[in-house]
């Protein structure tokens, strides 16, 4: 980043002060976020300055530049020559300032802690989530033919390098209803998440799929004869998150018959009316 070449250091030892300006980086504690995301580690970039360098205007200057540089950046990390690994990207999110502006006397002057979230997928999984499934797919498709070729569209996972405007289609949850005896409805539930190049290309995006699905009454079908699972709601929040949680939701309903009973089985004691299960998020 320019302007802090040869001034981004670990945390100072004790007995020692860095003065003049620069940043610091500290990691947090890493943990697994969910399936799609991966692993979540909170990193905290502190700005510092000292009275001669400017003291908080020159970390309010430094704060806004790094904010610019980090947030919403893909990382990527290269293994050092002759180590054992592999390389990874990391996707960077700014989520705010930790503790408010004070004096800190290791690094001898002002500073400002900025939080980032960096996300990553765990070492060794591949770069391919694999074939999804057959709603997945139409989705998939359906949202690269609607927003076109610059549009990089995912299933079941982010990539491990995510790269803008892109969507990720994912199945969130399903639950199984009885409509009556002999046959049952299955509902399930798929997010969309929608990342553009800016706000204004991703509430496009978001407007043009949420128009698409709206109008449609089936996902594409699968296989020749067959029909598509019904379209039975969208709702589109354009405040969610769009990286972590997803602006779209989208239920698909799918009506299927109930295994016959055989002559001379008992009725079962308990009816099962409803079975589900939802992705946290």
Same mark, same amino acid.
């Given at each position: 980043m320019a302007g802090l070449n040869g001034r981004v250091h670990d945390l100072p030892g004790v007995g020692s002060a860095l003065g003049g300006f620069g940043a610091v980086v500290t990691f947090g504690e890493e943990i697994r976020k969910n399936d799609w995301i991966g692993y979540r580690r909170i990193v905290k970039v502190w700005p510092y300055a000292d009275a001669a360098s400017g003291g908080f205007d020159k970390i309010e200057e430094l704060a806004g530049r790094i904010e610019a540089a980090l947030h919403e $950046? @893909? =990382?990527?990390? %290269?293994? %050092? $020559?002759g180590a @054992?690994? %592999? $390389?990874q990207s990391f996707a960077c999110v700014y989520v705010g300032s930790a503790d408010g502006d004070r004096a800190d006397a290791l690094l001898g002057g002002l500073t400002r802690g900025l939080r980032f979230a960096v996300y990553r997928q765990p070492a060794g999984v591949p770069a391919d989530a694999g074939p999804a499934g057959a709603e =997945?797919?139409?989705l998939a498709k359906l949202s690269s033919e609607l927003l076109g070729s610059d549009w990089h569209v995912a299933a079941d996972r982010w990539p491990n390098a995510v790269k803008r405007p892109c969507v990720l289609w994912r199945l969130s949850g399903s639950r199984k209803v009885t409509a009556k005896p002999s046959a049952f409805d299955v509902r399930r539930t798929y997010a969309a998440h929608v990342l553009g190049r800016g706000p204004a290309e991703e509430r496009a995006a978001l407007e043009r799929l949420t128009q698409r699905l709206s109008g449609a009454q089936r996902l594409e079908a699968s296989a020749p004869g067959t029909r598509g699972a019904t379209i039975a709601d969208v709702v589109a929040d354009l405040e969610a998150d769009g990286f972590v949680k997803g602006q779209l939701r989208l239920d698909v309903l799918e009506r299927a018959a109930a295994a016959p009973v055989r002559p001379g089985e008992p009725d079962p004691p308990v009816r099962i009316g409803y079975v589900g299960f939802?992705?946290?998020?």
């Open positions: $950046a @893909v =990382l990527h990390s %290269e293994p %050092e $020559a @054992v690994g %592999e $390389a =997945l797919t139409a939802k992705q946290a998020d």
